[in-house]
């Protein structure tokens, strides 16, 4: 049998790597193709919030690193040149399934539904990460755009 040291390793830093891939959900943080866009903003007051899970993401990228780490662990499995094949299909197959499963449980995050009551007495709904608790009856501005936010309003 082959040593897998290498290939551990690679494993390894396959699923750490998908520690990173967790995006930034706050109020706070921006995408670069924001920056410099104008969004409508109205002022609002909280009527509710409660706390909400965040689904993780399925970028794919999980079960490709998962696929190719298993598939190279499973390449040591037998002596002969058939069971390295079957070893490294069988082990990607079963790496890419716990990738995908990994990548979502690391990117699973909690957040917080806010609804708001405007000024013109429509109501809002905007989930978003943590970073700023708002409470109820707190006033608010909603701001509007591809990602809508509320932040609390300093006047």
Request: aromatic fraction near 2%; glycine fraction near 16%; proline fraction near 4%.
């Given at each position: 049998?082959?040593?897998?040291?290498p290939?551990?390793?690679?494993?390894?830093?396959?699923?750490?790597?998908l520690?990173a891939c967790?995006?930034?959900?706050s109020?706070?943080?921006?995408?670069?193709?924001?920056?410099?866009?104008?969004?409508?903003?109205?002022?609002?007051?909280?009527?509710?919030?409660?706390?909400?899970?965040?689904?993780g993401?399925?970028?794919?990228?999980?079960?490709?690193?998962?696929?190719?780490?298993?598939?190279?662990?499973?390449?040591?499995?037998?002596?002969?040149v058939?069971?390295?094949?079957?070893?490294?299909?069988?082990?990607a197959?079963?790496?890419?399934?716990?990738?995908?499963?990994?990548?979502?449980?690391?990117?699973?995050?909690?957040g917080t539904?806010?609804?708001?009551q405007?000024?013109?007495?429509a109501l809002?709904?905007?989930?978003?990460?943590?970073?700023?608790?708002?409470?109820?009856n707190?006033k608010?501005?909603?701001i509007?755009?591809?990602?809508?936010?509320?932040?609390?309003?300093?006047s």
């Amino acid at each position: 049998m082959k040593p897998c040291r290498p290939r551990l390793l690679l494993a390894t830093g396959a699923f750490v790597a998908l520690s990173a891939c967790a995006p930034d959900i706050s109020p706070s943080s921006y995408a670069v193709g924001s920056v410099g866009q104008v969004n409508r903003t109205v002022r609002g007051v909280v009527i509710s919030a409660r706390p909400v899970a965040i689904g993780g993401t399925q970028s794919g990228v999980g079960a490709g690193a998962g696929a190719v780490a298993g598939g190279a662990a499973g390449s040591a499995i037998g002596s002969g040149v058939r069971a390295n094949i079957a070893g490294a299909v069988g082990g990607a197959l079963v790496g890419g399934i716990i990738g995908a499963m990994a990548e979502n449980a690391v990117t699973r995050q909690s957040g917080t539904e806010y609804v708001v009551q405007t000024e013109n007495s429509a109501l809002l709904t905007v989930v978003q990460g943590g970073g700023q608790e708002l409470s109820v009856n707190q006033k608010v501005l909603v701001i509007y755009g591809s990602q809508s936010r509320i932040i609390a309003d300093p006047s």
